[in-house]
């Protein structure tokens, strides 16, 4: 079984400039000479990890890792304005030019999975390949699970916690209630809902292992992660409804990975299901024991196995 890959320090660190106010963390470490690889990290309110720079055969790839927008060490922290789907991919455009890359194998988890597909799907002539995790399509369908009749049949108790915190029970619209709780002059109200939600995401990313927590230390950067996460729920992703699955079409010609967990209960089975369906020409890796996240080892094998394989077919066919 394949694990990660030695911790290692990046070489090349900048802040991307933007025409607005952000700024975006982007660093490169592995081999300067090696096949560019960019990760993406889920969220949309994470950020990247050291860790992340794992995944990766140091001495076979120039490993690129950015924060996005407002996230991790980005600047300003936590900013949603001109925060979008369309401007994330403009920034990728942008860190692909300046560090003159021609083509670059593209990897991402859950959110980060969703815009991998979108930024190929915008600029296939730039993806060499396509590795993602945890398949998640940023339909409605996959926000309902999330929030609203799916993975609470699951987590009734977890559930019931959020939808308590609330003060008064919900309509429908359960993210116009938590979007209006996180912006309320109330400070312990919002912090309860807050402590409430992030119960509630943690157990459902990390299932059976994750034992919640009755209070949790509820900070400013807390605050402005939930806060992002919810705004681009609310604005469904910046995308139009099932806008992956429909252009899938322009990808068939791109050599690409598929890797998810039918214990995933954050973003479940059927999406990768739907993908592949979309992707036939694609590898297909169901895992019968990881969940969500991507540090279980059985998905650490998986990744690891992916990544090595298109970098020796990159190598065999340079040499053909």
């Known amino acids: 079984m394949k694990t990660l890959y030695p911790e290692l320090q990046p070489y090349h660190t900048f802040f991307l400039p933007t025409d607005t106010a952000h700024q975006v963390y982007v660093e490169e470490s592995g081999n300067p000479n090696g096949f560019p690889v960019i990760f993406l990290h889920g969220g949309p309110c994470s950020g990247t990890k050291p860790d992340h720079r794992r995944f990766f055969n140091p001495q076979q790839y120039r490993i690129i890792l950015f924060d996005q927008r407002g996230c ?40 980060g999975g969703a815009l991998a597909l979108l930024y190929a799907q915008q600029h296939p002539q730039y993806v ?36 308590s915190s609330l003060k008064q029970s919900p309509t429908d619209d359960l993210l116009a209630h938590l979007l209006a709780a996180i912006e309320s002059t109330d400070i312990a109200f919002r912090d309860i809902v807050l402590s409430a939600w992030l119960n509630w995401s943690a157990q459902v990313a990390l299932g059976v292992n994750y034992q919640a927590k009755s209070t949790l230390a509820i900070t400013e950067n807390t605050l402005h992660q939930v806060r992002m996460e919810l705004h681009y729920a609310k ?52 895992l019968d024991h990881a969940g969500h996240i991507a540090q279980h080892e059985e998905m650490i094998d998986a990744l690891v196995t992916a990544t090595d394989l298109f970098a020796h077919q990159r190598h065999v066919n340079h040499h053909l």
């Open 128 to 163: 060499a390949g396509l590795i993602i995790r945890a398949v998640f399509l940023a339909r409605q369908d996959d926000l309902n699970w999330y929030i609203k009749d799916g993975a609470k049949r699951i987590f009734p108790e977890a559930w019931q916690t959020l939808i």
């Open 235 to 286: 604005h469904s992703y910046f995308i139009t409804e099932n806008q992956i699955l429909a252009n899938c079409p322009v990808l068939q010609e791109i050599p690409t990975h598929i890797i998810h967990s039918r214990l995933d209960l954050l973003c479940p089975l059927e999406a990768g299901y739907r993908l592949h369906q979309a992707l036939p020409n694609a590898k297909f890796c169901i």
């Open 72 to 111: 991790g060490q980005s600047k300003p922290f936590g900013l949603c304005e001109n925060n979008t789907t369309p401007a994330l991919i403009a920034d990728m455009e942008r860190i692909r030019c300046q560090l003159n890359i021609t083509q670059w194998l593209v990897f991402g988890g859950s959110w």
